[in-house]
């Protein structure tokens, strides 16, 4: 069971990245996935999540109306488009694979490792 986020990098604020959470040894269909994120110096912050039954989503409010989440299980993988960056969003960002929906990051199972996003001019 393993889960690779990427897709992360160095961008200006006000750009987009995507990024990508691949599964491979299992499928992902079945979880709910939450994208996670850490600063430096800072706890891990929840971003958003999807279901795994209807594709709800969810999103932090520091995110909301910015970042779009999304599946498509037959390539096993749930992306994380995120738009009008700021500074803030700088962190690594984190997938992860469990049977809880929310932001809550010790209710998921299966953590991948994460990729690198910066913000800055």
């Known amino acids: 069971v393993q889960l690779q986020a990427s897709g992360g990098g160095l961008v200006q604020p006000g750009g987009s990245l995507r990024l990508s959470c691949a599964a491979s040894?299992?499928?992902?269909?079945?979880?709910?996935i939450g994208w996670f994120r850490q600063a430096p110096g800072k706890e891990r912050e929840g971003v958003s999540c999807?279901?795994?039954?209807?594709?709800?989503?969810y999103y932090a409010d520091s995110v909301k109306g910015r970042f779009i989440i999304s599946r498509d299980n037959d390539k096993n993988q749930v992306y994380l488009q995120m738009n009008s960056l700021k500074p803030e969003d700088t962190g690594v960002y984190f997938c992860a694979a469990g049977q809880y929906f929310g932001l809550v990051s010790d209710r998921y199972d299966y953590w991948g490792q994460g990729t690198q996003v910066t913000v800055s001019s």
């Open positions: 040894g299992f499928t992902l269909g079945y979880y709910a």
């Open positions: 999807i279901s795994s039954s209807d594709g709800s989503t």
